[in-house]
């Protein structure tokens, strides 16, 4: 799934991509580029798996445009 996390981040805009990172580093209680390796790596579940509301849904209507 990592790959599919990684490819979404990387499509997206830079601002976007800073605000989901923050928001996942928020509620984990770590750093954006702690989230970002997280969320990237080989074994990481669906990006949306680690996002809480609502930031969760306004993601995935980003990723549903985008055909992922």
Same mark, same amino acid.
């Given at each position: 799934?990592?790959? =599919?996390? $990684?490819?979404?981040? +990387?499509?997206?805009? !830079? &601002?976007?991509?800073? #605000? /989901? =990172?923050?928001? /996942?580093?928020?509620?984990? !209680?770590?750093?954006?580029?702690? +989230?970002? $390796? #997280?969320?990237?790596? &080989?074994? +990481?579940?669906?990006? =949306? &798996?680690?996002? *809480?509301?609502?930031? %969760?849904? $306004?993601?995935?209507? *980003?990723?549903?445009? %985008? !055909?992922?």
């Amino acid at each position: 799934m990592s790959n =599919l996390n $990684a490819q979404f981040l +990387a499509a997206i805009d !830079g &601002d976007t991509r800073a #605000e /989901i =990172l923050e928001s /996942i580093a928020a509620h984990y !209680g770590i750093t954006s580029e702690q +989230a970002f $390796a #997280e969320v990237t790596d &080989d074994q +990481a579940e669906h990006l =949306l &798996d680690f996002m *809480i509301e609502p930031l %969760r849904s $306004a993601t995935s209507v *980003i990723m549903q445009r %985008r !055909g992922f």
